[in-house]
């Protein structure tokens, strides 16, 4: 990896600087580091060795360490593409979907080692917190809404997450039983019909609640 | 305060030593120091000189720094007393029940910040998770299932836990809106219904998950 580490960007002019090679190198080792560091041990100057690139080359192609961890999840969860077809589908079966992503993206790794770790810091860390709050309003919950297209979107979006978060919470990192080891079927059965309540079904709120 | 350090226990042969007044003195400085310090950096010398007593009384009366908060949280949430009513009033309105209960223990300072600090040290510290895993199966799910009685009884207190401890992270942790500002009203119409569902509904799982 030293012998890499020298290797100057390869475009220092264009608006999409260095090769798609070179920033999925970078986005690869974001990653692993914020998989096996979490996000307080993860620095640019880290992803960038990893990388075997220079850190000023990760600052022009991402911005902060903030940024990476973004492109990181963007790439890893494509909720641009992935949320309008779940929105989409057979409108019967919409918790269905929505349950069979959230657990197809926990699944791999290392996204489940990143989410880990961004759930970790965002319990302990404001800055962690405001984090994985902007960007799951904006990049989830937000294009969740805008396909629900209801007035109490926002809240039914936040209704659906606080289940997600809750299951991740118990299954992954608390580790209760028999939650942590119940078979993806079960995971189904018991949440696709909350999580399809949430975004679908009257709700009886006695109030507007934002 | 540094006048109260030297006060001796009041009793060293009793099976219960201490006045009850000393014994609530602890536990109150015991809420007040995870509250405020969190868990990692609550230690039984600070209860101790918080509460104005000997260490080694904190010792004698609870044990370690995580009996002190077992100890502070059944004094806070009473499940023994609070669950088996809970559990027993009219059944159509189990789920808004156990809601309300949860709502009004978040609602109640510092437990409420007792519980984000054991929630977040949860989230970052094998240990904690694990006095956490321990503390809610035995004394609040392990009493919910044992009212349920049924056979899914303990995979249906851990969707209860699911749903709620992903209620806590979002409204009070991580503070997505527009959960974070919803009123109780609000909660109870959307949450009791599913916790009413994982408590009591078929639940039409495809197998045993135990």
Known sequence: MTSRRS??????????????????????????????????????????????????????????????L?????????????????????????????????????DRSPTREVLIALLRSAATNEHAASLLREF????????????????DAQLRATLVSSQLVGLAMVRYIVRIEPLASASPETLLAAFAPTVHRYLTAPLDLPEASC
């Open 7 to 68: 290797t100057p960007p390869r475009e220092r002019t264009g608006r999409r600087p260095g090769s798609s090679t070179t920033r999925a190198d970078i986005v690869n080792a974001a990653r692993v580091s914020f998989a096996e560091l979490g996000y307080d041990r993860t620095s640019v100057r880290g992803i960038a060795a990893k990388a075997g690139v220079d850190p000023a080359l990760v600052h022009r192609f991402f911005g902060s360490k903030d940024d990476v």
């Open 70 to 106: 973004v492109a990181a999840l963007t790439i890893a969860l494509t909720p641009d593409e992935r949320i309008p077809q779940l929105m989409k589908g057979e409108p019967a079966e919409l918790g269905e979907r929505v349950v069979r992503y959230f657990l197809s993206v926990w």
């Open 136 to 151: 799951f309003s904006h990049e989830v919950l937000g294009r969740i809404a805008a396909e629900l297209g209801q007035e």
